[in-house]
């Protein structure tokens, strides 16, 4: 089930907090997902990292250079964030 990423937000390093519809917050480190070469590349670059935002029309979290990546598998390859 496709769930859209509503916001992100960076949490250090080359990792962030996602936010899907219906509130849900997840997180994630990049590295997991991607190799840093081709369209990926900028993103060893911390302060070029940390301009990840979410673009509502694709439903997931993109880059200046054109790049994002799936919500669905953003979804599978974070983790949930319990509350306290």
Do not use: H
């Not at 997180?27 to 302060?47: C, H, M, N, Q, T």
């Not at 935002?53 to 790049?67: E, F, K, L, S, Y």
Request: glycine share 8%; net charge negative; with cysteine.
């Amino acid at each position: 089930m496709l769930k859209d990423v509503v916001a992100v937000e960076w949490t250090g390093g080359y990792r962030l907090l996602l936010t899907f519809e219906g509130d849900e917050r997840r997180e994630l480190d990049i590295r997991a997902l991607v190799s840093f070469d081709g369209v990926f590349e900028p993103l060893k670059d911390p302060a070029y990292f940390r301009q990840a935002r979410v673009d509502a029309d694709v439903g997931t979290i993109v880059w200046p250079n054109g790049a994002d990546l799936c919500p669905d598998v953003l979804y599978e390859a974070s983790r949930p964030v319990v509350s306290t």
